[in-house]
């Protein structure tokens, strides 16, 4: 059984940054494509990064040269610096796990495994 937990959200300034953390077990060899996503009142839950067992990283646009999504080793946990914060990025962020062969890996339709979130608040 896959079990994820987020951790690291907190409310920070404009400018600042911070580090999501997403403690993992249970994972399988058709589940190690994991992701960070985010979700505000406002928006649907959107990818914000993922990254594959290979080490392949994808990024949303809005995030791209401020974010960071990595693993450790040996696989326990997931990682999402978050630099420049702007309030736009003010959301709960979940992480993810699943098998995204044939579907784009910042959707969110092949993640079957999701933590219960962890939130960032970024004020201007």
């Known amino acids: 059984q896959v079990h994820l937990v987020e951790s690291g959200g907190v409310s920070v300034e404009s400018g600042g940054s911070l580090r999501l953390n997403c403690a993992h077990s249970?994972?399988?060899?058709?589940?190690?494509?994991m992701g960070w996503f985010r979700q505000s009142p406002v928006k649907e839950r959107e990818g914000v990064a993922t990254?594959?067992?290979?080490?392949?990283?994808w990024y949303a646009e809005s995030v791209e040269g401020r974010f960071t999504i990595s693993r450790d080793s040996p696989e326990t946990t997931m990682y999402l610096q978050m630099n420049g914060l702007k309030p736009e990025d003010t959301a709960m962020y979940y992480c993810?796990?699943?098998?995204?062969?044939?579907?784009?890996?910042?959707?969110?339709?092949?993640?079957?495994?999701w933590g219960q979130g962890t939130q960032v608040t970024v004020s201007s």
């Open positions: 993810a796990a699943g098998y995204v062969s044939g579907y784009c890996p910042l959707e969110t339709v092949p993640y079957t495994d």
């Open positions: 990254i594959e067992l290979d080490g392949t990283t």
């Open positions: 249970g994972l399988t060899a058709i589940t190690m494509s």
